[in-house]
């Protein structure tokens, strides 16, 4: 197989939007195509607003001619190398969006979707020639964090891993193979227990979002950023490290701490939500917030490679 030049966007919300503005920075040719024009729009708006944040990561100003956007999915995709998935969340939608994708690509095109857990067995079902579908699962904004997960259906074949692995790691990502497909993959999961665990905090009124977020913020993440959970437990057994760790606070994982279900996502909790992010935002736009966040990650990124391990 060829090597990959000429990438397709399928979708250009906020994931594939963030796949865009990384695959020209990496001066890859793209063709985008989503049916619904607002995206379209959003897509533009975001080329203008991260225009400083690309320069201060990659070094270089992006080549907007390589950018090509389309009217029709065949077009977008009949002589692309490679073709990354964005449409909603939903098993059905993909699905169907997948097996369209793959009656008019070429036959050894890579169908990567970013689905964030949905199993790859499930959503290459109906497609054409599956042993070429992955998942290659990214985390926003894609653009800067390195993160993607690649996860093979029962159908895929490994030239087809091995090959995405490799490009993959060619435009600067951390590639994190998962070779047995699991629901929510491996960074989700994990974020979805916290998720839910906040939900049960702040509906029993126990704290507030901006408690949640500070709890996160000024203890633990800071850990994480560097070490994640594991090594950071390591640590914590002193000396012995994880061994230690376990024989001390092994017991209380028997502890009725958590709530692993998640409540009922009512109007009443999630007015809750929304009031307690609207005051923790302080009127701050969505643009702005993103540009705080944005270059605050690109400096996290290089403290990282100061204290790496």
């Known amino acids: 197989m060829n090597k990959i030049k000429n990438i397709s966007v399928i979708g ?40 400083s944040i690309i320069e201060k990561l990659y070094k270089k100003k992006i080549n907007i001619n390589n950018l090509k956007i389309v009217d029709t999915l065949e077009e977008a995709v009949k002589n692309s190398d490679l073709i990354q998935e964005n449409v909603p969340e939903r098993l059905q939608i993909k699905k169907t969006v997948i097996k ?44 800067i964090l390195p993160l993607v997960e690649i996860v093979k259906g029962n159908k895929t074949s490994k030239i087809y891993i091995n090959k995405a692995n490799s490009f993959y790691k060619s435009i600067k990502m951390k590639t994190l193979l998962i070779n047995r497909e699991l629901p929510g993959f491996l960074s989700d999961r994990l974020q979805e227990a916290l998720w839910r665990e906040g939900l049960h905090i702040i509906n029993d009124g126990f704290g507030s979002t901006k408690d949640l977020d500070d709890a996160i913020t000024y203890g633990p993440g800071m850990r994480w950023a560097l070490m994640g959970t594991f090594l950071t437990f390591h640590l914590a057994g002193g000396e012995s490290g994880m061994k230690h760790m376990l ?49 605050f990650l690109i400096d996290l990124i290089e403290l990282k490679k100061k204290y790496r391990l």
């Open 12 to 51: 250009t919300g906020v994931i594939g939007t963030g796949w865009i503005l990384r695959f020209l920075a990496s001066n890859k040719k793209v063709i985008a195509f989503d049916k619904n024009k607002s995206q379209i729009n959003y897509l533009k708006k975001e080329i203008k607003r991260t225009k």
């Open 100 to 143: 369209n994708i793959s009656k008019v690509a070429r036959k050894n095109t890579i169908i990567a979707s970013s689905s964030s857990g949905l199993l790859p067995s499930k959503l290459q079902s109906g497609c054409i020639n599956p042993q070429r579908f992955i998942i290659a699962h990214p985390f926003n904004p894609v653009y």
């Open 247 to 295: 024989d001390q606070f092994g017991p209380a994982l028997k502890l009725p701490w958590t709530k692993l279900k998640s409540p009922e996502l009512n109007d009443k909790l999630k007015q809750k939500i929304i009031n307690g992010t609207a005051l923790q935002s302080k009127n701050l736009s969505i643009d702005k917030l993103s540009n705080i966040r944005d270059n």
